[in-house]
């Protein structure tokens, strides 16, 4: 019986260790991803009229302060459920990166 508690714990150790290092390159990936997306945005907009910007993001703070507490929180609530979704394709789209660079990496 104790035996297999080892192994239950072996096993369960092991799979956590996995579990992190997929983590860590899902992680990796998409701190590149966001590295390259800023820097992408910088030279994008390097010399471009920034008045217009801060212009328009003027009237959407004044907008959003024009809305009541409840509005504002449903609107926040939205914006997070659709930040939230789109995260979650990315770390998708990264795991199948990391699968198929796994399975690759396996056949050489």
């Known amino acids: ?3 297999k508690k080892e192994n239950f714990f072996k096993k369960a150790f092991k799979d956590m260790a996995e579990s992190a290092k997929a983590q860590h390159e899902v992680d990796k990936a998409n701190f590149n991803a966001v590295k390259a997306e800023a820097k992408a945005n910088f ?5 471009s009229n920034t008045f217009k910007k801060a212009k328009a993001q003027a009237k959407k703070s004044w907008e959003d302060a024009k809305l009541s507490p409840k509005q504002r929180s449903e609107k926040v609530r939205a914006e997070q459920v ?3 979704e789109e995260a979650n394709a990315r770390i998708e789209s990264a795991n199948k990166r990391y699968s198929v660079a796994k399975v690759e990496k396996k056949k050489k």
Do not use: L
Request: proline share 0%.
């Open 43 to 47: 030279e994008e907009n390097r010399g």
């Open 1 to 3: 019986m104790s035996e």
């Open 82 to 84: 659709k930040q939230i």
